[in-house]
């Protein structure tokens, strides 16, 4: 059944015009140059390059449609005198009845069951299709978050943001990365940006860190306990104290010699200290402890000069691409002063207690860790550098590496469109081959009923249906005659030459219908197998006189609505008719 129909671009119907519609049975009316001609041609010839803008819905191949219009007539009556023959099926032959009858009512109900399969499967596409709405909508994001306004990453989306369509076949295009990508969104952005405008500058690289005095760190004398003379008078007692460095820094204390009597000890204040004490202390103090400690104190200097070279950081903090790296920068660099730092103290503290030994800890690693670091942030600035001289290429490969997060970032809504789709593919494949498989078994009843209206079709009831409907009308100067196999034409009395050209409009107009009434009851070739016809009558009585007009009015009720019956009057032998009529 006929549920659409589009008309554009033809005739009076310049821009589209559509008629929707769910019931069996339409009536379209309008004023003359309305285009209800021009819609009866379209569905009587679908196929002229005139329609081609044209459509139409709800057919399928077990319909054809049969349209009454003006072209109808001309084509089927004035072009030829002789009408083309309308087959029916004969009641003679009883069993190939039985058989042509059982085949139609088999395809009645594989129809059935097949419409409802096609009901299936225009479901499973419908909701396909939804869901390919819903994944193209949520796509549709991206187009909404990076275009429009001084969005930069907009030129990423070029050719993409037409439409919904071509945005989500692009993107699911691409194939999922294996890994997240390293560059966020964020990161593509701000590339733009350095490269873009007055962003574009070159940045200059920062420095690594050339910390000479690391081999002081593993000097010996750290360890060693620097002590005095052994040989002095007092190196026992010192020695058996553990106190030579409280010693040697109370020789700051004792007055210089020589005494003219003795003098107040500084630590116990007792008139204990003598010419010979002083010499015996200072001489426990030899040139060995006083080179070691002099050598500690050349460390420090040293170390303490080193540690001046390493770079603030402020140097590495006002560069733009510091921010990359700025949270493994601030440990690192944290790590290395702090132990330079550290073993600063360390060696200050040792100048003051000689005797202690000390161990330094190695800036090595820590000054490896950091250069390496600093080689990566130039490695970037290197890149940068580079882009801001080959803008075009790295604006390609940032747009690559856009559409890289992008699929990452909208891979679960693909990823169930796609389950989704291979679903519904299973299920419109095994819905599509069932389909098919009752097409073939409709063919195998066609099949039948054509090979069995081999034996059965003739023209005699079509003959007689036309004559008996001219009756009816009150026409009985002319009737219809078999002509060839499958051919008939119009007789006057005894006069069988040109007798359709005498006819008078009406009469052609009435001949012509009664004719189409046979082709909608009948069948106009031998091996038609009767497909579901769809009816359009285009204005059948304007030729009419008023005489007619009821009586093709009640014929097209009578074949299309309704059932008559004839009966006989029991008394007077009379014939009644009675209209019964089954409106669907």
């Known amino acids: 059944m006929i549920s659409k129909i589009n008309l554009n671009k033809v005739a009076s119907y310049k821009s ?30 679908r196929d002229l390059e005139k329609f081609k803008n044209c459509s139409v819905e709800g057919l399928d191949d077990n319909h054809e449609i049969l349209v009454y219009n003006q072209t109808f007539i001309q084509e089927s009556f ?104 390293s560059k966020t969104i964020e990161n593509l952005k701000d590339e733009v940006q350095s490269i873009s405008g007055e962003n574009a500058q070159k940045y ?49 204390y004792l007055p210089n010699p020589p005494l003219e009597e003795n003098q107040n000890c500084p630590f116990c204040q007792e008139k204990s200290i003598t010419n010979e004490l002083i010499k015996n202390i200072q001489g ?66 040792k100048i003051k207690t000689p005797s202690v030994a000390i161990a330094l800890d190695s800036s090595v690693k820590a000054t490896q860790d950091f250069n390496e670091l600093v080689d990566q942030i130039n490695t970037s600035i290197l890149e940068h550098n580079k882009n801001i001289d080959q803008k075009t290429k790295v604006r390609s490969k940032i747009k690559s590496q856009f559409w890289e997060n992008m699929r990452w970032d909208y891979d679960q809504t693909i990823e169930s469109y796609n389950k989704e789709k291979n679903n519904s593919k299973i299920k419109s494949d095994k819905l599509t081959d069932s389909i098919e498989a009752l097409d073939d078994k409709i063919s195998e009843q066609r099949n039948i009923i054509s ?49 359709f050209r005498s006819l008078s409009e009406g009469e052609k107009m009435i001949i012509s219908f009664l004719y189409f009434i046979e082709m909608c009851k009948g069948k106009q070739e031998v091996t038609e197998t009767g497909k579901k016809k769809i009816i359009v009558i285009d204005d059948p009585i304007s030729s009419l006189s008023h005489i007619y007009v009821f009586n093709i009015g009640r014929l097209i009720k009578n074949e299309f609505f309704g059932k008559k019956e004839n009966k006989k009057n029991p008394d007077t032998g009379e014939r009644i008719v009675n209209w019964n009529y089954n409106y669907e």
């Open 451 to 499: 090979e069995q209206q081999k034996q059965t079709v003739n023209i005699k009831e079509a003959i007689k249906s036309i004559n008996d409907g001219l009756i009816d009308l009150g026409i009985n100067d002319f009737k219809i005659e078999p002509h060839s196999e499958n051919l008939y034409k119009i007789v006057r009395e005894d006069n069988e030459e040109k007798v």
């Open 204 to 252: 200059t690289h920062v420095p690594k860190i050339n910390f000479s005095s690391s081999g002081i760190e593993s000097k010996e004398l750290f360890s060693k306990a620097i002590v005095g003379n052994e040989n002095s008078s007092v190196s026992e007692l010192i020695t058996k104290l553990g106190n030579s460095d409280w010693v040697k820094d109370g020789l700051e």
């Open 78 to 181: 004035f072009e030829s005198e002789n009408l083309k023959g309308i087959f029916t099926l004969s009641k003679e032959n009883k069993e190939a009845e039985i058989k042509i009858a059982e085949a139609e009512k088999e395809i009645n109900e594989l129809d059935k069951v097949k419409e409802k399969k096609i009901e299936d499967l225009g479901k499973e596409k419908k909701s396909l299709d939804n869901k390919l709405d819903n994944a193209k909508n949520t796509v549709w994001k991206i187009k909404t978050d990076y275009s429009g306004g001084d969005r930069v990453l907009e030129f990423c989306l070029e050719g993409h943001k037409g439409s919904k369509d071509k945005l989500f076949s692009h993107i699911e295009s691409i194939s999922k990365p294996t890994t997240k990508p």
């Open 16 to 45: 589209q015009a559509i008629l929707e519609t769910d019931k069996k049975v339409n009536l379209i009316y309008g004023l003359n140059g309305t285009g209800k001609s021009t819609l009866s041609n379209y569905l009587l010839k």
């Open 284 to 349: 426990y103090f030899d040139e060995s402890y006083e080179s070691d400690l002099n050598s500690l104190k050349a460390y420090l200097d040293e170390y303490s000069n080193a540690i001046k070279t390493i770079p603030d950081k402020s140097i590495y903090e006002t560069n733009p691409k510091f921010e990359d790296f700025k949270q493994d920068f601030e440990i690192i660099y944290a790590r290395l002063t702090k132990i330079v730092e550290s073993n600063k103290e360390k060696i200050e503290s």
